[in-house]
Nanobody, 116 residues
């Protein structure tokens, strides 16, 4: 089993910044990807940013140039630095740990609210 715990959400004004953290623990051997997805009210969950075991990073089109994903492998933690936040970034942000055929694990989510 893998435990995934997010932190760092909150309320911020448009144009502001927030930093989310995701700590993974447990059976993380074989981790392929770790990253962030978000789900706004009434919408489908979408990719925000993902970091692969090979060091690659991928971003959703709507956050490119504003959000940055980074990893601390020693702490099994991934961060999401979010700058120039806009009201449309309001959503519940979920951390995901993907181990391919060995499993897909989600955190409980953290709310990010951007006021205009």
């Amino acid at each position: 089993q893998v435990q995934v715990v997010e932190s760092g959400g909150g309320l911020v004004q448009a144009g502001g910044s927030l930093r989310l953290s995701c700590a993974a623990s447990g059976s993380i051997f074989g981790l392929l990807k770790i990253g962030w997805y978000r789900q706004a009210a009434g919408k489908q969950r979408e990719l925000v940013a993902v970091s692969t075991i090979g060091g690659g990073t991928y971003y959703g089109d709507s956050v490119k140039g504003r959000f940055t994903i980074s990893r601390d492998n020693a702490k099994n933690t991934v961060y999401l630095q979010m700058n120039s936040l806009q009201p449309e970034d309001t959503a519940v942000y979920y951390c995901n740990v993907n181990k391919g055929a060995s499993g897909d694990y989600w955190g409980q989510g953290t709310q990010v609210t951007v006021s205009s």
